[in-house]
Every structure is written in structure tokens, then in C-alpha cells.
């Protein structure tokens, strides 16, 4: 198969790392300046169970779990960047997973150097190392079966010889570019790297050889990359702990305050909905000594993406793209059909969000539910509201008849003040209440309703009734009753109104003469 190319000659790169090579440390080095940016290992018997789904609302390709974890998480950004590195030591199951893979990353890497248990366990990682017939059968297979580039990453051999009878074996299985980190399999990464070992391999083959393993005492600068380079006579050169206690090492005038990088990472973490844990083990690695200061203890002690924002004030970031998510969320789901009610469990549920621009002045769609509910005979309605644990956004259900009816939608609370908690609060009410009177086909007072049938009026004279219009007292009365547990914040108040502290208790409503 004709292999789309993607060079491995000449270029710096971030290396594979778990937890820490997820999507917002790949864009992120890559904005630094990075040319390739490899995928944390991802084991192929994890990633065979995954299904591969289009997120329209993140804009990304995900690989999801049966458990519905997202194991693979990439974009279009990085699509000819990316490198996906697997563990496996299984030629059939690997080539399923790089076909699962391929038409959205730029290749494809085997790990061989990987010296813990788990994984020379199940004879992948370094343990492959001592199975060159393995790796052979691997290499070929994946080579042979997907159109990117191959190539693996690996640890040095006990001798100068083995090691580099190992890359030429490699080399003949077609593979693009080998990595060599420059280290025996029982080497722990506070030992010296050999670069002769490197320099020997890069001699013996044609392939680029990408150097791993300078950053403890060689490369703590951009500069210091180029040395680490020539150091070792490689092509290139494969950053692991350098890149991930700062990413800006890419940079060739960095690597730049790790403050400013951290938050840079936050927003990347923020708008890909990087799992909290893993954002928070990627900044306490940026942390570094630093681990036990007071950004850091808040940091540890954040549980969500929306807290570790607050840690670093970005708060209004963090709001911001959580409502662009909804609207696209909101946007896409009434773009691609007519917004349904769907059954979720014992509860009626669409897609809808309370816009307060949406209603008149004093009129809100949970007037109208009670409203409906009293002429209906029926219980007053009851909310129950729910709050998300890992970023406090609300949802709420209300009953009607015996019936449960919600929005799908998460409302994110309104920052600042209890009395914006509340305000949210009630916003995810009003939603719910939307919901309910859409399904029953009643009349919610949205402006511009079609036959509404119910029309506010303001209870004081000379004013405009709240659809803006006056002079419809010829229309029938019908008494509301305000929300019993007012005050509702989502009801507006004009200045020369009663305080909003405390809404009238009741409001008349007009409902449209039959012509
Ligand atoms: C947190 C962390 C996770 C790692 N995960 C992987 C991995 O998933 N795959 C892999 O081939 N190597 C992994 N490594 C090894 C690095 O890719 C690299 O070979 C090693 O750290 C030496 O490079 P350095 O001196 O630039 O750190 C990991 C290293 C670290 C520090």
C-alpha cells in the first residue's frame, strides 16, 4: 500500500507518554514548535474494543471504550502530526488496531522499550526486545497492512553489537524511522544516557534514528536539543521529561515561564474536555518542586476541570467554552433532526435551554406550567434539581400528573455569588418546565409563540402587559400564581417595579379572546 508520508529526518519530537501524551500535550507541543507529537502507549487489546466516534461538538475523533472511556482522543490539527504508539505483542491484533487508527493519525509506533511489569508481562514493551522474530513479524505485518509510516521505539542491548544487529533486522521490515532510547532494558531514568550506543545505530542503518533520553542532564534548553543531536549523530531527537515539566522547550526561545505554559495547557485540557485527573497529573508534573505550593495543594485538591480554572483564575475561560459547547451541543442536535423527546429512564427529555431574551418581562415558562397545572386541576409542579459534582452545572427535573420531564442539557452556574448559583439554578428549572409543556403541546409565553394562547398582563394599571402590547383587557382573565418558592431570579423586574427580592405572589395572565 502506498504510504502516506510523513518525515521522520530531521525533526524534534514530543515522545510517548503515558498519561501525560493526551490531546491538549500534543497540540500544546506542537504550538511550541514540536514537528511530530507521539500518543501516550495505548495497549491493543483496550483499543480493539473501542468503537471510533465523530464528536461534532468537540470536534475531534474519539476511540471510546465499552465502558465508555475515551482511550484515544485526536483532531484534525494534529492529524498529520500524530504519531499513535501501541503496546502489543500480537501481529494480527496490532494490525487491527493500526486499521482502526490509521486514516486519522500520521503513523503508527510499536513500543519495545517499556521495562515495566505489565507490560513485559504480556511480552510487550522491552520484553520484545529479546524476541526479534516477534518484533519482525510485528513490523512487517503492520507495514505491509496500513498506508502511514511504521516505525517502533526501542531500548538499547546489552552490547554495541546486538543493539545494532537489532536496528538492522528493524530496518529491513520497512519501517519508517526507529526511536532509540539510549538505555539498557534494567536502566532507570536517572542514569546516564549512552549516546555512543545511539551514535553506533545511527552509523549502521539508512533509516532516520530518532535519539531519546537527554532530557535529565543534557537537554534543558531549546539550544540544548541541537547538542543532544549531533551528540549523538542522530537525525533527530525525541523529548520525554523535558517536554512534559515544560512543553516550551520546543520553542527555540524557550522553554518560557512555566506559569504562562501551565495556563496555555489548562485551556487546551478546557476545550478538549480532558479528563480532570489527567489534566491535574499533567500540571503537577509542570509543578514539579513546586507540587507543595499553594497553587499546588489547590491544584491536588481539585476534583474537576472547572476548579482547577478557579485555581488559575480562568474562571471566564472556562464558562466561556462550556456555554460555546452547549450552544454547538444545542445547535447540532436541532440541525440534525427535529429536537424529539427522547425517554431517559422514567424521564421525558429534550435538548432545551432557557434563554431569558426568549420571554417577555415577568414571564417565564414555569408561570405558564403552573398555570396550566391549576386549570389542568392538577399538583403544583415539582423541581428537583441535581447538581454535577465535577463542574457544578445543573439539571432539573420537574413532575407533572406523576410524569418526569428535563432538559438533556447541563446548565453551567452562572459564576460569582449565591445569588447566581440560584439563578442557574432556576434556569435549569425553567428548562425543565420548558420541556414539559413542549411534550404536552401547551403554551410555554415565549415571544412570537404561535397561538400562545396565554398572554401575560401586568397587574398594574396604565402598564404595557408583558407581551408588549397593550389594550387586550377585553381578553379573558386567568389568574397565575407565581413559582411558591419565589423569589425567582429568572423573573425581570423593571426599575419601577416592586423590589425583585420579592415578586408579586400573583400575576394575571390574559388569555386571547376566541375570535
Ligand atoms: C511519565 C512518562 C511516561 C512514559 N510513557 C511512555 C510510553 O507510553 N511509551 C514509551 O515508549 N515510553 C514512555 N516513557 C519513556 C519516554 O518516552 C522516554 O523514553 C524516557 O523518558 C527517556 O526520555 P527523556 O530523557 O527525554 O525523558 C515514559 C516516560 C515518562 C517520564
Redesign the pocket.
Known sequence: MAARRLSFRNITAL???????TLPMRLLALDYGADVVYC??LIDIKMAQCQRIVNDVLETVDFVAPDERVMFRTCEREKDRVVF?MGTADPDRALTVAQLVEKDVAAIDV?M??PKEYSTKGGMGAALLSNPDKIEAILKKLVTGVSVPVTC?IRILPSLEETVSLVQRIEKTGVAAVAV?GRFKDER?RHP?HCDYIQAVAQAVSIPVIA?????DL?KTNSDIEKFRKATGASSV?????A?WNPSVFCNQGPFPVEKVMEEYIKYAIRYDNHAFNTKYCLCQMLRDKVESPLGKQVQAAQTNAEISEAYGLEIFYQEIQQDLQAKMAALQSSNQPNKPIMDGDVTTMAVKFERRDYPPQITPKMFLLEWSRKEKLQQPQYETAQRSQDRAFQSTVTVANKKYRSSLWLFAFLGSISNREKSKKFAEQASAIVCLRVLGVPEGRIGEEDSGLVCKRKREGKPNCSGEEGRSKKLHVDILQEAEAPDPTVEMNGDEQNPATPPKQAEVLREAPS
Open positions: 515522545a510517548p507518554m503515558v498519561r501525560v501524551g501516550e502507549e504508539q513500543n522499550g517499556c521505539k532510547h531514568p544516557v531519546n533520553g537527554g532530557s535529565l537537554v525525541m523529548l520525554a521529561r523535558a512534559m
